[in-house]
């Protein structure tokens, strides 16, 4: 059984990412742990310097607010009965802030979330989500509402450890998925180069990825990945991130809209 973490805004429940929830659990019971972050608090996170990891001081919670809050837990929680899915609910982050959720992130196997977890912060809403996803001491899972669950993974490779290093997590957390069909991508503007070790990362993925092809994109990533994903439906991409390789500099503003948001794509995101 692993634990997930699965990240709330209770005002804007994601019956995707609960779909998604639900059938990695028929495929493998788990312990959810809900994490609710009400508004209020995001905007005092806001306004109290959250990405420095100041302390911050809870203020009172206005009544209609809280009642939202109740009634978000109240479908989690019947959500989850229904299900047969082991939970918890975390709704005490009274001085929250990125180091207390990193650190919730330090006991969980996974982290699931959308894009838009930190919308509520407004315009820089996407360097705190960067920010989440660079400091979580655990994969993390990105669902974009309107996803479907996942036939065919994408294995963004490039020859660094993190690449490597997320494929052998995914394949860890999500045997299972792993048996579905599955690409292996290198994408290079240089038709002469080949993809890196190719035989070492053959032998390895093929023993996790029995339905396994591996296909060199001719192609500048930063520009034409995104658009190549157009054609790959219902597939989940599996990165790793913030090295210095050319594809996994994919990973900018560019890439979480263009990917995240416009291609309803899952994307699951480890590093070391």
Request: aromatic share 12%; with cysteine; charged share 25%.
């Amino acid at each position: 059984m692993k634990k997930i973490l699965l990240l709330v805004d209770h005002e804007n429940l994601s019956a995707t990412t609960f779909d998604f929830v639900r059938q990695l659990n028929k495929r493998e019971k788990i312990m959810l742990s809900g994490v609710f972050m009400p508004h209020y608090y995001y905007n005092h996170i806001f306004n109290y310097g959250v990405v420095a990891g100041e302390g911050i001081t809870s203020f009172p919670v206005q009544e209609e607010d809280q009642q939202s809050l109740n009634d978000a837990i109240q479908v989690f929680e019947d959500f989850c009965s229904t299900n047969q899915i082991n939970y918890k609910v975390r709704k005490d982050f009274l001085d929250f802030a990125l180091p207390a959720l990193k650190k919730e992130t330090r006991f969980a196997d996974l982290v699931i979330l959308t894009p838009e977890s930190f919308s509520v912060l407004g315009p820089d809403s996407f360097e705190l989500l960067k920010n989440f996803l660079h400091g979580a001491e655990c994969p993390c899972l990105v669902i974009p509402d309107g996803s479907d669950f996942p036939e065919l993974n994408i294995l963004a490779y490039d020859g660094s450890e993190t690449a490597v290093y997320a494929m052998k997590q995914f394949c860890y957390l999500f045997p299972q998925l792993a048996t579905n069909e599955t690409e292996l991508v290198y994408a290079n503007e240089d038709q002469d180069q080949d993809i890196p070790s190719r035989n070492f990362i053959t032998e390895l993925a093929s023993q996790h990825f029995p339905d396994l092809k591996l296909e060199k994109l001719r192609m500048n990533p930063k520009k034409f990945f995104s658009a190549w994903l157009r054609g790959k439906p219902n597939a989940i991409l599996i990165t790793g991130s913030y090295s210095r390789s050319a594809l996994s500099e994919i990973l900018s503003a560019s890439f979480v809209d263009d990917i995240l948001k416009k291609e309803a794509l899952p994307v699951f995101i480890a590093h070391r």
